[in-house]
């Protein structure tokens, strides 16, 4: 009987430990650019158009980056396309460090995200073939906590003086990959062969399968809720401190709330993960997806108390986050091995689109003239239609 991706990796933490290093340094370098936008912008010349440039260029490489990384990993195996990933965006991170013109910059930032597209589903995917098939989606939600940490610690070197600007973060947001990838070439074990699927005549048979037969309903639902959940995330990625700013409160507390949407989140993955053990995957679903609707409706209805809000800030982290994990341990459940890497990558491509339009709809809501809390209240129908998705593709699985 011919060996597949699973049976190579299956009882054994290894590659688990390292795809979960793997999502730190994902998050870390997700991260760097905003963290570090004043001092980048500023130290280039760069206009507020220019440095959306740099935020939209990084989100397209990062969409094409996760199809064409999940495909090549499917047919040429997990181990090293991810290891090409993760160098690849570590060595054109440090390039983008010694970037001395605007034009240099964007163009590293595109290929920095091509490298973090590429990287991502794959992590997800190694972290679901690494053990028994009945903890899958506990193993990636626990992985996926790496991505938060990452950010918070990002966030609390350059608030720190650690790293004292961004050249500084970008260096490190580059070392840390090349680390981590030459960790992976090490010590991952060699990738056994795929079994064979069924071809397709005059397309890929792999992308074709994504929408044959069951899958067709699974795919959709599964992207929709995808561009929903990552919409609002980055929604609230990009817009909460400005947003709590608008309402009153000073840098200083926006920033902390930011760390406790980081911090918590991450906690809440992992807390996650083993109540979606204890509780099973619908129950788990549901209370996240109530949790999130809950947290945000409390935010735009409390009052200015910085406790009150800081607690807020931490819930949304722990039900926004959560549910992007747990949507991707859905996702590896779906697809089988042979399709797995192409089926988790579009689907975070699609979220990555949902990604540029969540902020979009909270500036077309501010610039329409309504406040801050209609941006938060704007949350709520976005994440119960997400959980009528999740809700239907368990029903479906």
């Known amino acids: 009987m011919k060996a597949t991706q699973e049976d190579a990796l299956a ?48 989100t397209l490489g990062l969409f094409i980056g996760a199809i064409f990384g999940g495909w090549a990993a499917d047919r040429w195996g997990r181990k090293p396309v991810l290891v090409l990933s993760v160098a690849s965006f570590g060595l054109f991170c440090l390039f983008n460090a010694m970037a001395g013109s605007i034009e240099t910059f964007l163009g590293w930032r ?14 997800i995917a190694l972290a679901a073939e690494s053990g ?15 991505m938060p940490i990452g950010g918070a610690l990002v966030s609390g070197l350059v608030a720190s003086g650690v790293l004292p600007g961004w050249r ?17 070439q090490l010590l991952l074990p060699a990738p056994a062969p795929l079994t064979e699927g069924p071809k397709t005549e005059g397309s890929s048979p792999a992308f074709v399968t994504l929408f044959q037969g069951d899958y067709r309903v699974k795919t ?89 809000v800081f607690v807020a800030g931490g819930l949304i982290g722990i039900f926004v986050l959560g549910a992007q994990f747990l949507l ?34 909270a500036t077309a809501i501010l610039a329409a003239g309504y406040g801050p809390n209609a941006v938060l209240v704007g949350i709520i129908p976005a994440a119960i239609l997400a959980l009528l998705c999740a809700a239907l593709l368990l029903k479906e699985h």
């Open 220 to 308: 959709l639902l599964l992207w929709l809720g995808f561009f929903l959940t990552l919409g609002v995330l980055y929604l609230v990625l990009n817009w909460l401190p400005t947003l709590l700013i608008e309402r009153g409160f000073d840098k200083q507390q926006a920033i902390i709330v930011s760390l406790c949407f980081n911090f918590f989140g991450a906690i809440g993955a992992i807390i996650l993960a083993f109540v979606l053990r204890r509780l099973g995957a619908f129950r788990t679903y549901v209370l996240t997806y109530v949790g999130l609707i809950a947290s945000t409706g409390g935010l735009a209805l409390i009052g200015n108390a910085p406790l009150p």
């Open 328 to 361: 991707y341990g859905l996702a590896t459940e779906i697809y089988e091995v042979r399709i797995r890497g192409l089926g988790v990558g579009s689907a975070v491509s699609i979220g990555r689109m949902g990604s540029v339009a969540g902020p979009a709809v």
């Open 132 to 146: 028994p098939a009945e903890t899958r989606a506990r193993r990636v939600t626990i992985m996926s906590a790496g």
């Open 168 to 184: 500084e973060a970008f260096i490190a947001g580059g070392v840390m990959p090349l680390v981590v990838a030459l960790l992976m």
């Open 110 to 123: 595109f290929l920095v995200g091509l490298g973090l597209g590429g990287a991502l589903p794959n992590l």
């Open 11 to 58: 009882g054994s933490r290894l590659p688990l430990v390292l795809c979960a290093a793997g999502a730190v340094i994902e998050g870390f370098d997700l991260q760097s650019a905003s963290v570090t936008a004043p001092f980048f912008s500023q130290e280039l010349g760069m206009s507020i158009a220019q440095t959306g440039y740099a935020f939209t260029l990084n």
